[in-house]
């Protein structure tokens, strides 16, 4: 079992930063790929990046490649996700995600534990 709780969203104008964390809990973290998912107002949750393990492996959906960067301390049982460059389509609640093994996927259903989710808004 792992317990996920985000934190660091918050309100920023475009081409500002974000940083957000994943505190994890729950003995199987440093076994399990990590995700970030989010999620904008009337649209389907949709992949954001993951990162493997050991954390020498990463992946991103193409829209945030260059300006997102995933990230895990696995001493500290913590993800984070680096924002760069934000734009207002990046506006979204930004959930943390837990892998069900080590396998890295871009599919929501892959990841059985996510967190309560952080907004991020991004004004013009």
């Known amino acids: 079992q792992v317990q996920l709780v985000e934190s660091g969203g918050g309100s920023v104008q475009a081409g500002g930063s974000l940083r957000l964390s994943c505190a994890a809990s729950?003995?199987?973290?440093?076994?399990?790929?990590m995700g970030w998912f989010r999620q904008a107002p009337g649209k389907e949750r949709e992949f954001v990046a993951t990162i493997s393990v050991s954390g020498d492996n990463t992946y991103y959906t193409e829209s945030v490649k260059g300006r997102f960067t995933i990230s895990r301390d696995n001493a500290k049982n913590m993800v984070y996700l680096q924002m760069n460059s934000l734009k207002p389509e990046d506006t979204a609640v930004y959930y943390c995600?837990?892998?069900?093994?080590?396998?890295?996927?871009?599919?929501?259903?892959?990841?059985?534990?996510w967190g309560q989710g952080t907004q991020v808004t991004v004004s013009s």
């Open positions: 995600a837990a892998g069900r093994n080590w396998l890295l996927s871009r599919r929501g259903s892959d990841y059985p534990y």
């Open positions: 729950g003995r199987t973290f440093s076994r399990n790929a």
